[in-house]
């Protein structure tokens, strides 16, 4: 029944790992997005894909990769992690209609900490 | 560019007692406004949202009206439960913005009773 999942839920890892997080919706949406809470609540989008397609890219280090195999899934894939990137993660997705906001259904958010 | 400014929290109240947490933005065009809720350990959801100007939002007795003249889109809700507690966040996408949001810093609502 989960429309937006992500795993894992928590990820704990040292410094200069690669690591990655995984997305899938089932609602049928077209495009998907990556967005970063950081340690004050503050969030601020990272990617969209919109069926398999990059559409957004935000000022992002080439560190982060997005990968999107169907338009479903959405990964995020983090090489060479830094303290910095301790974060929540989170996905969303929503549909695609010209010409109108689109709600975005989120992701329960994936806690990553960098030691 | 687009952004949005939230008032700075933790906002405590005590059960019953009115809400409102204000939320101004600056964006160009005519932007969509939305207030999300993330409760503890959960993602966000959407709480409500405007499109136009001096539409009211509303859901779970929340409301807000979209303000142009003022750039505002303030929350509010007349008696909280314990139950609301939780971090609000005020967002807009901006036509042609290919529906990313901009979020404020979020607010932080513990209600007491």
């Given at each position: 029944d989960t429309a937006v999942s992500q795993t894992p839920k928590y990820l704990v890892t040292q410094m200069g790992n690669d690591k990655s997080i995984k997305c899938e919706q089932n609602?049928?949406?077209d495009t998907m997005y990556w967005y970063k809470q950081d340690s004050k609540k503050f969030l601020k989008i990272m990617f969209s894909y919109n069926n398999k397609e990059l559409i957004i890219n935000e000022t992002?280090?080439?560190r982060f990769s997005p990968k999107s195999p169907d338009k479903a899934h959405l990964n995020l894939h983090i090489n060479s992690?830094?303290?910095?990137?301790s974060a929540v993660y989170f996905c969303a997705s929503s549909p695609h209609r010209a010409g109108s906001y689109n709600e975005q259904f989120f992701g329960p958010g994936t806690r990553l900490t960098v030691l | 560019g687009n952004s949005v400014t939230q008032m700075e929290g933790p906002v405590t109240l005590s059960e019953e007692a009115f809400l409102t947490i204000n939320c101004t933005y600056t964006a160009t065009g005519y932007p969509s406004l939305f207030w999300y809720v993330q409760y503890p350990g959960e993602g966000l959801q959407l709480l409500l949202k405007a499109t136009k100007a001096d539409d009211k939002g509303s859901n779970k007795g929340f409301e807000a009206t979209y303000r142009k003249e003022t750039t505002s889109f303030h929350l509010e809700k007349g008696s909280v439960q314990v139950s609301d507690s939780a971090v609000y966040f005020c967002a807009l996408i901006n036509t042609g913005t290919a529906s990313k949001l901009t979020f404020g810093t979020g607010t932080r609502l513990q209600v007491t009773l």
């Open positions: 609602l049928g949406h992002v280090p080439n992690l830094e303290l910095g990137d | -």
